[in-house]
């Protein structure tokens, strides 16, 4: 103001002045007047857009909610207002691309977003359990066995529990000692929790064991001493 003070008002009257800074609930015109004792000027209006801030979001999940490292888990959840946005910090500054693949336990910040403004967060946790690496030193014992004999298999890991499989898959496990019928290879993986190594092969050559003889006869059957 050129001469007087300026006060701000809620109504083109002039009647009711409002605090300053000002927090409307909605979009609101605001009426500023050079006050000089108690003669106003004309009023210059300002307004201050709201955008509404959404509620948190709910139903927010991780699927899966347990994964092994390396692998990955997808980030959801329901905004009634807004899109949803997942964060790695509290403050809502780094997004993230979903589906995340942490490496260790991380906790995400879900927040549903309306143009700039954010809800409260809330919070969604991938735990992660590490993946071993494949087993060294494996080995069959014997590594050729005759039909009908058995081979110990084994291995070592650094993390995890040693597991033998029938398939590449890893998805059947095998009795250990083993006792296959032709030449078979086995599939050892290192096991910690429900997370499987990649695995090392290792394999049993058989030999097929002969039916034992047949028309097995001496002749002549009899003999004397010396003949």
Known sequence: CALGTIAFYSDAALTTTVTNPVSPTTTTTY?????????????????????????????????????????????????????IAFYSDAALTTTVTNPVSPTVTTTYYASCVNLTCKSPATTVSVSVTTTPAAPTAVTASPSSICSGSSSTLSG?????TIAFYSDAALTTTVTNPVSPTTTTTYYASCVNVTCKSLATTVSVSVTTTPAAPTAVTASPATICSGA
């Not at 070592?156 to 995890?160: E, I, K, Q």
């Open 31 to 83: 009426y500023a007047s050079c006050v000089n004792v108690t003669c106003k000027s004309p009023a210059t209006t300002v307004s201050v857009s709201v955008t509404t801030t959404p509620a948190a979001p709910t139903a927010v999940t991780a699927s899966p909610a347990t994964i092994c490292s390396g692998a990955s888990s997808t980030l959801s959840g329901t905004c009634a207002l807004g899109t």
């Open 156 to 160: 070592t890991c650094a993390l995890g």
